[in-house]
């Protein structure tokens, strides 16, 4: 007879893995709809930085120090959603240990950054870094991986810029050329 894992420690590998290999996760505060941010997973949470004149919008999301917020986690290669996890809002003050610690993760991540060298002083002029937490009930969060009625599943709204006709007689020719060469 084998042994199973107890369902909540599946839950925290599901949402710890998930949401390491996910570019992208998106943030439902208290306030307005969800929002893609990017983050990194360090010490057990998702950190993100945002609200600064260059970096990504926080304010708007109602994420507030002590409160929650709900976390939605994409598959990586399909896109889809995965999972599904309550956070614990906690804002780290600049340059505390746990603020270092996660700006210390963040600044290798964040792309295109025009002051690389001095982005970490920026940040804590005039930015929010935030660490959501996976909410823990009796030990252990709680990852919903069930979105069946309310998938929010839609059709793309119709546009001028989509092609329904035939593909050119000569496409097929030329993408072959292409390849040998």
Excluded: Y
């Amino acid at each position: 007879m084998t042994e199973t894992a107890p369902q909540p420690l599946l839950d925290q590998a599901l949402i710890e893995e998930a949401t390491k290999k996910s570019g992208l996760i998106w943030v439902q505060g208290t306030e307005g709809p969800a929002r893609a941010l990017w983050h990194v997973w360090h010490d057990g949470a998702a950190c993100l930085v945002g609200d600064g004149p260059l970096e990504q919008p926080l304010a708007d999301l109602g994420l507030t120090d002590g409160g929650t917020a709900t976390v939605t986690v994409r598959s990586k290669d399909k896109g889809g959603r995965l999972v599904a996890w309550t956070a614990r809002v906690t804002e780290a003050a600049p340059h505390s240990e746990p603020w270092e610690a996660a700006v210390g993760e963040l600044k290798g991540k964040r792309l295109n950054a025009p002051d690389a060298d001095t982005m970490p002083e920026r940040w804590a002029r005039e930015c929010r870094v935030l660490r959501l937490a996976p909410v823990t009930g009796d030990g252990a969060p709680t990852a919903r991986t069930d979105f069946g009625a309310d998938a929010q599943a839609a059709r793309p709204l119709p546009t001028d810029a989509t092609t329904r006709e035939p593909v050119p007689a000569a496409l097929p020719k030329l993408l072959r050329r292409k390849r040998r060469g």
